[in-house]
């Protein structure tokens, strides 16, 4: 382990012409070099806890966050795996140490079902994982429901916090939140990644808190069957963000895991 890095210089690269904000410790050298992948909804500061104490790293705002350029066309996941390999070549980043939360996690997983190059995968309460079947029905007849209610004039003030409380009970309180990414985040939450995670043969690591409810420990042990060579680690009184829920005994697997001593 480094010394703690509190302020990390910030850089900016073109991709596709749109401007990508990131953090590059001094050390970055291009090998064995760590990426930050934040989820949905967030950025790469929301991860500063962790790759502030680790050597040779970068952690990059996804298009759309952060200090980032907003794409311009509805993306998935591919599109952003496709910028993921398209920064790691143009900073000449070889076999990386990927670490991805949510969904960078997804990101993550889809870089590398396309023949992207990594040393290791670390994923951080990843998602990947979609609901699917009885479930989808029944949110498809609570959405359908909401929107009838919406439509009633005595009940339109309270829109809005009828809405939250409707996708908060669905799961899916970043659909809200999505502003203009509103139409990618529907994008994403279709797909699933499962036949993607079979193609995943570099050493894994899941991290998940136990009370993780946006994507619930049960994801991560299907990850784990579905990835073959990982190995799955369970935060206790841990929720979605376990590096800010049990900072000290996330660290401790972390940082053994990504090999920092």
Same mark, same amino acid.
């Given at each position: 382990?480094?010394?703690?890095?509190?302020?990390?210089?910030?850089?900016?690269?073109?991709?596709?012409?749109?401007?990508?904000?990131?953090?590059?410790?001094?050390?970055?050298?291009?090998k064995n070099t760590t990426v930050f992948l934040h989820g949905w909804n967030s950025e790469s500061t929301h991860l500063k806890s962790i790759f502030q104490e680790v050597d040779n790293?970068?952690?990059?705002?996804?298009?759309?966050?952060?200090?980032?350029?907003?794409?311009?066309?509805?993306?998935?996941?591919?599109?952003? #795996?496709?910028?993921? =390999? *398209?920064?790691?070549? /143009?900073?000449? $980043?070889?076999?990386? +140490?990927?670490?991805?939360?949510? &969904?960078?996690?997804?990101?993550?997983?889809?870089?590398?079902?396309?023949?992207?190059?990594?040393?290791?995968?670390?994923?951080?309460? #990843?998602?990947?994982? =979609? *609901?699917?079947?009885? /479930?989808?029905? $029944?949110?498809?007849? +609570?959405?359908?429901?909401?929107? &009838?209610?919406?439509?009633?004039?005595?009940?339109?003030?309270?829109?809005?916090?009828?809405?939250?409380?409707?996708?908060?009970?669905?799961?899916?309180?970043?659909?809200?939140?999505?502003?203009?990414?509103?139409?990618?985040?529907?994008?994403?939450?279709?797909?699933?990644?499962?036949?993607?995670?079979?193609?995943?043969?570099?050493?894994?690591?899941?991290?998940?808190?136990?009370?993780?409810?946006?994507?619930?420990?049960?994801?991560?042990?299907?990850?784990?069957?579905?990835?073959?060579?990982?190995?799955?680690?369970?935060?206790?009184?841990?929720?979605?963000?376990?590096?800010?829920?049990?900072p000290e005994e996330f660290k401790k697997i972390f940082l053994r895991e990504i090999n920092v001593t």
């Open positions: 382990m480094g010394l703690m890095k509190n302020n990390m210089p910030e850089k900016q690269i073109i991709i596709d012409d749109l401007r990508i904000h990131y953090y590059q410790s001094d050390d970055f050298d291009g790293c970068i952690a990059l705002d996804l298009p759309g966050f952060g200090k980032s350029d907003r794409p311009n066309a509805v993306w998935g996941v591919a599109e952003y #795996a496709d910028l993921l =390999r *398209k920064f790691l070549e /143009k900073l000449a $980043i070889e076999n990386p +140490i990927l670490v991805g939360h949510s &969904f960078g996690g997804s990101t993550a997983m889809k870089y590398l079902s396309q023949d992207g190059a990594a040393k290791k995968l670390i994923l951080l309460s #990843a998602a990947g994982i =979609r *609901k699917t079947g009885v /479930k989808i029905h $029944i949110y498809k007849i +609570i959405a359908k429901i909401v929107g &009838f209610f919406l439509k009633i004039p005595v009940l339109t003030h309270f829109r809005d916090r009828i809405r939250k409380k409707a996708y908060k009970m669905m799961g899916s309180e970043d659909y809200i939140e999505a502003g203009v990414l509103k139409e990618s985040y529907k994008k994403i939450i279709r797909q699933d990644l499962s036949e993607e995670m079979k193609k995943i043969k570099i050493e894994t690591v899941l991290i998940w808190g136990e009370n993780d409810t946006a994507t619930p420990l049960d994801h991560g042990k299907r990850m784990q069957e579905l990835i073959s060579n990982s190995e799955l680690f369970i935060i206790k009184s841990a929720g979605h963000f376990a590096f800010i829920d049990q």
